[in-house]
């Protein structure tokens, strides 16, 4: 097959020698390897090749006699007995059966069967029809098949409206003409640092992503005739773009698709911003580029974290599915054929530009080797893949079907992306799934709609805080809102889950741009989700709408690896395991100017906490490092005015981490990642007993109670389990790049039962009388 190829290099002009074979996997790049086509054989020590029938005619082609020989004579009567079907060849290492062209030999060395030119890439630009013995090439509406009889080349309709190269560079989109020229009447937009761009033929519409300090925008403009860009505006979304690699626009329904390569996600956005949900998060870990097919109702995306791949979903993020995972380490730019349904990505460790089709099949190198060392952003039209060489600023176009053929079209200092603005690079359908219905909602959405499996399906979801309703339709609020929480690092995140992994419902906007949050809680009435970032020394909160991000604790604050939130008192606990070992506690509000420490030193390393405001209670773990003594390891209590403190549980403790209470069984829980296994005893300091310990506990850090279940963090490898205490059955329930940190239950009957407090004790917790030293 491989010959076949290299046949298929003369169709586009090359010399019958050579096609650039892929190089070995982790060596790195390689130089080419010289073959020739079908029917040619190469001359000794050259890169010369000549056909067959032109062996043993008498005539010197080879430059050291190698065509000719005695061997010519000596050879004959065995190539007469070979009975070859169509001629015989013969080489000074024997003899061999050849057919012509558009023939191959069949499995018996002698017969021809018909070569099916249409199942080699490049056989034809676009539409293939194989014969007997040919093929002949069409293109399809819109494009104009040219005198070779394989190309295709784009009608310009219309006439005013040229085919342009939209460039993005650190702080001006460039407008150009495909051979490079710059637009005479044109408006470059500036901005302080735009990372991605896409655009809407349809709506005539650029959008782009400029960066400032500490935010980003989604910025749009208008694109008129001959590429004059006016009418810039601003879209407001509720999400955090500063991380955003990429943008692509589904220019069927103008949903905005995002990939964040900090967190790790790719996310979707309604055309006005005003929705915005999660598509994929999940076995992500260092995502790249994205590319998106709205008339097939695909999506296409590169990762190389873990495993470095190419990988196919449908439009509203089902359906996951590898399309390249071999021979691949660092894919950094996409491209489409929507024509072909071909998927080209540049490799920048391999030097390699590479094209499968949408199912991973046909997969073909176009050019590999050091002219392609530093390629970023990727675009496809007609015969042409046009790309940015980062070494030398230049604007490259590069031939998809013949990669010798490589042009240097423009320079442009730190240019980043690239596209091809032109009618039949976005394929227009008449009607899809999310047209507006008569009451304003795309596709009878009530919050978004996503394109499914193709642009005659659809998807409903929504926004945060809501989920959809039984009619697939419609966004309620829950009744009970209920959902697990938790922190991660590398990048440090705090994201929220559905407790059934089959939902897809989205109960918080992710808190972003932090390092390590270690410690959450939340405070149902305000909804507020409160962390602990201990590695900038922080404590801040956000609603899980996304809004009112703030730090409320800032100074003083050393190593805090455990916070409670009395919701009773509107008060915040604390453990700090700096160099005072203390507990402290503040105001929700106002929390810097009410700060008080309740307890102070007796502390090795005080880390998880919880408090128990019904009972007026709180408990803290205390880890001790020495592993010859088990004795010193221990979780205290004491009253939540810091009087009465008493050592709770010790012996056979070493590394306690997370705590959580059952306040209805009154039932205190813990994790020790020395011993890992989980324990638990109650209130009364009665029946503790190890609860589980299998081998799912590898370095347990996060705990948190519901219901009939126990859900931890697994610190080192990046799990989430869920531990049914009836069945003992563990069910793991999400897994992702490590480390992971605390996690808790978002449930806000949980913080319920103020009236049932004798008064005495309720005034005192609630402030009414003096609380001691607070």
């Given amino acids: 097959m491989s010959a076949l190829l290299l046949a298929l290099a003369m169709l586009w002009g090359l010399p019958p020698v050579a096609e650039a074979l892929a190089a070995g996997a982790r060596g790195g790049p390689e130089e080419a390897d010289f073959k020739c086509a079908l029917n040619y054989i190469s001359c000794i020590g050259t890169n010369k090749c000549i056909h067959l029938s032109q062996l043993c005619n008498g005539v010197y082609d080879c430059s050291d006699g190698y065509d000719e020989g005695v061997h010519c004579r000596e050879l004959l009567p065995k190539c007469q007995q070979m009975n070859c079907q169509y001629k015989c060849a013969i080489t000074r290492s024997g003899t061999r059966c050849y057919c012509a062209d558009g023939y191959e030999t069949s499995s018996d060395g002698r017969s021809c069967t018909d070569v099916n030119e249409c199942n080699t890439y490049g056989s034809c630009s676009q539409m293939c029809a194989n ?46 003409h495909l051979n490079g ?3 005479s009447a044109r408006t470059p937009v500036k901005g302080s640092a735009i990372l991605t761009l896409d655009y809407s033929y349809k709506e005539d519409t650029i959008c782009w992503i400029e960066s400032r300090d500490l935010s980003s925008q989604l910025k749009c403009t208008k694109i008129a005739k001959a590429g004059k860009l006016t009418d810039e505006w601003i879209i407001n979304i509720a999400q955090y773009l500063h991380n955003v690699q990429q943008i692509a626009i589904d220019w069927i329904t103008g949903n905005f698709y995002f990939l964040d390569h900090i967190s790790d996600r790719i996310f ?81 460790y391999l030097d390699s530009v590479e094209v499968v089709d ?52 423009a320079r442009l200092d730190n240019a980043k992306e690239i596209h091809v603005y032109q009618k039949r690079s976005q394929t227009a359908v008449r009607s ?94 305000t909804s507020y989700i409160y962390f602990a970032d201990t590695t900038s020394f922080l404590i801040g909160r956000q609603k899980i709408d996304g809004t009112e991000r703030e730090t409320i604790l800032k100074d003083d604050l050393d190593n805090v690896e455990g916070i409670a939130v009395d919701w009773i008192g509107n008060n915040l606990y604390w453990t700090n395991d700096g160099h005072r070992k203390t507990i402290a506690v503040a105001r929700l509000e106002k929390a810097s100017q009410s700060r008080k420490t309740l307890l102070e030193g007796d502390m090795s390393h005080p880390r998880g906490i919880v408090v128990d405001p019904v009972n007026g209670w709180m408990y803290w773990t205390d880890w001790e490092e020495d592993e010859m ?31 959580t209470l059952d306040y209805h069984a009154n039932v205190l829980y813990w994790c020790d990642a020395y011993y890992d296994h989980i324990e638990r005893i109650f209130l009364n300091g009665t029946d503790r007993k190890v609860v589980y310990n299998g081998k799912d506990l590898n370095h347990p850090f996060g705990l948190s109670h519901h219901g009939n279940y126990i859900y931890w963090t697994d610190y080192m490898n990046g799990s989430i389990f869920q531990l049914d205490l009836v069945t003992r059955n563990v069910t793991l329930l999400r897994s992702e790049r490590p480390p992971l940190f605390g996690l808790q239950i978002y449930e806000p009957r949980k913080q319920q039962g103020m009236y049932y407090i004798p008064f005495l004790q309720r005034s005192v917790i609630k402030g009414y009388l003096p609380l001691q030293s607070f």
């Fill in 432 to 525: 899809h799934a999310c047209e507006v219905d008569p009451y304003g909602m795309p596709g009878g959405c009530s919050h978004i709609c996503l394109l499914s499996s193709n642009y005659k399906a659809r998807t409903c979801r929504c926004r945060t805080g809501f989920i959809l309703g039984s009619d697939g339709r419609s966004c309620k609020r829950p009744k009970n809102e209920l959902f697990l929480f938790y922190g991660k690092g590398r990048p440090g995140i705090i994201r929220g889950m559905d407790l059934n992994t089959k939902v897809s419902d989205e109960y918080m906007i992710p808190i972003e741009d932090l390092v390590s949050p270690r410690a959450l809680d939340f405070h149902a009435e």
């Fill in 268 to 348: 979707v956005c309604n055309q006005n911003g005003s929705v915005c949900i999660t598509l994929i998060e999940l076995d992500l870990n260092n995502p790249k580029a994205i590319a998106v097919d709205p008339a097939s109702g695909k999506l296409f995306f590169t990762d190389y974290g873990n495993t470095a791949k190419v990988e196919r979903c449908d439009m509203d993020g089902m359906n996951r599915t590898w399309i390249v995972d071999s021979k691949i380490e660092q894919p950094t730019a996409l491209a489409l054929d929507l024509i072909n349904k071909y998927v080209y990505w540049v490799d920048i």
């Fill in 181 to 183: 020229s710059k637009m």
């Fill in 358 to 409: 949408y199912q991973g099949r046909k997969r073909h190198t176009i050019i590999k080797g050091r002219q392609i060392r530093h390629l970023c952003g990727l675009a496809v039209f007609e015969n042409y893949l046009y790309t940015v060489d980062s070494d030398n600023l230049s604007i490259l176009r590069i031939n998809r079907y013949n990669g010798t053929d490589i042009q240097s079209l």
């Fill in 629 to 659: 003594d088990d004795n010193v390891g221990r979780i205290e209590k004491a009253w939540m005015d810091g009087y009465s403190r008493q050592i709770f549980v010790t012996s056979k403790m070493l590394w306690p981490n997370g705590l």
């Fill in 131 to 176: 014969t007997e013995g040919s093929y002949s090439c069409s293109c399809v509406e819109g494009y104009v098949l040219q005198p070779d009889n394989k190309s295709c080349k784009a009608k310009n309709k219309p006439a005013d409206r040229p085919s342009l190269l939209l460039i993005a560079s650190s702080e001006t989109i460039e407008v150009l």
